[in-house]
């Protein structure tokens, strides 16, 4: 564009023409990189602000919702003897409904929903009524929390996973 400028004042003697046209190119160009500039920045912006960090809400916020039982994963370990290791899969329809009214409501192998108090201690212990579980994960599609039992003949782990 400036070669065409130049081409056309070149013999001309309107060299004032052609600092003006080319001040007013300058112009437009600063122009046009400052509103890219502008336009940039305004993305950013509301991306970052917009941006929500699921794992900085506490567990008592992130737990909330309806989870579905994926499995229950179960080890009984005995001394001087292998450990047994069973997995119960759950079936459709069973799931924990975590709400902010302190209770979790529950549906397990179609029998009609059930409720128990809850809370969260420390972000990674779940009581269940006073059973306390241990919170191994809790991302915005994963739950997963363990329950152990120790006796003097054997210790029992269930581990509970979920999904959204």
């Known amino acids: 564009m400036i070669e065409k400028m130049l081409q056309s004042y070149a013999g001309s003697g309107k060299i004032e023409d052609y600092l003006c046209h080319l001040t007013t190119f300058n112009n437009i160009m600063m122009k046009r990189t400052i509103f890219i500039l502008l336009v940039s920045v305004l993305f950013l912006s509301i991306t970052e602000c917009t941006r929500d960090d699921y794992s900085d809400k506490p567990a008592q916020e992130r737990i909330l919702g309806k989870w579905k039982l994926v499995s229950i994963v179960t080890e009984v370990i005995r001394p001087s003897a292998p450990v047994e290791t069973s997995t119960e899969y759950g079936p459709e329809g069973n799931y924990f409904d975590f709400r902010n009214d302190g209770n979790v409501y529950y549906s397990m192998d179609g029998n009609e929903e059930q409720s128990e108090s809850y809370r969260i201690e420390n972000e990674d212990t779940l009581k269940i009524s006073t059973e306390p579980y241990f919170i191994k994960e809790l991302t915005a ?23 959204r």
């Open 141 to 163: 599609n994963k739950l997963v929390f363990e329950s152990v039992k120790v006796s003097p003949t054997r210790t029992r782990k269930q581990t509970y996973n979920f999904s």
